[in-house]
Each structure stands twice: as C-alpha cells, then as structure tokens.
C-alpha cells in the first residue's frame, strides 16, 4: 500500500530555516512525483513544490520560490523540504503527497507536520 511520514517541523521565529523530512515506505516511489502541500487554518491545502521521479525537475510555488528547495534521495526513500527565510504566513500544517508519474491523482498522502513561524 505505502506510506508517508513527514517530520521535520516546528516552531522557528521570522527569518529562520526549518527542513521537513517526508520518509516513504512500502513501494517503490521512483516512480512517483512527490509534492508538498500546505494548510494554514482556515484556508484550503495548497501546492508548495513538487519533484520528478528522478528529481530532475522541481516546481514551486510563487510564494517559496526562492526560499524552498524541494529534494529527494530515492535510495533512501526521503523527500526533504528546505524552507529558509520563513515567514509567518507559511505557518501551516505541510503535506507530503505522492502520485505516479502519469497520473492526475494523488493516491498517498502524509499525516501532515505542523510548522509555525511567529513574528
């Protein structure tokens, strides 16, 4: 089946860095485009960065673009999320989500870790 475990958050004051860990399991995820999501409370999920299979290619948002850096080490089964520079409107709750490469569908996702960045 598979499963994602992120890890990694926590509370950091403006201007600090942070580094999610999302460890995968059960299936081979070379296959499968990885992607950080976000929720901040009261607003919907949404997209943060994303990595190929061969993490040849990655995509950011235009809010993190710049301060996120999306990596992956498939001999290890870990995608990590470099957030530098924070600030307080990227407090949310971060998602790990997998889908295969030709897929429109996200069939794994994570528990969510919680990042809170105060001012």
């Known amino acids: 089946q598979g499963q994602l475990v992120e890890s990694g958050g926590g509370l950091v004051q403006a201007g600090g860095s942070l580094r999610l860990s999302c460890a995968a399991s059960?299936?081979?995820?070379?296959?499968?485009?990885m992607t950080w999501f976000r929720q901040a409370p009261g607003k919907e999920r949404e997209f943060v960065a994303q990595i190929t299979g061969s993490g040849g290619v990655t995509n950011y948002a235009n809010s993190v673009k710049e301060r996120f850096t999306i990596s992956r080490d498939n001999a290890k089964n870990m995608v990590y999320l470099q957030m530098n520079s924070l600030k307080p409107e990227d407090t949310a709750v971060y998602f790990c989500?997998?889908?295969?490469?030709?897929?429109?569908?996200?069939?794994?996702w994570g528990q969510g870790t919680q990042v809170t960045v105060s001012s």
């Open positions: 059960g299936r081979t995820f070379t296959g499968y485009v």
């Open positions: 989500a997998a889908r295969r490469m030709l897929g429109t569908q996200y069939d794994l």
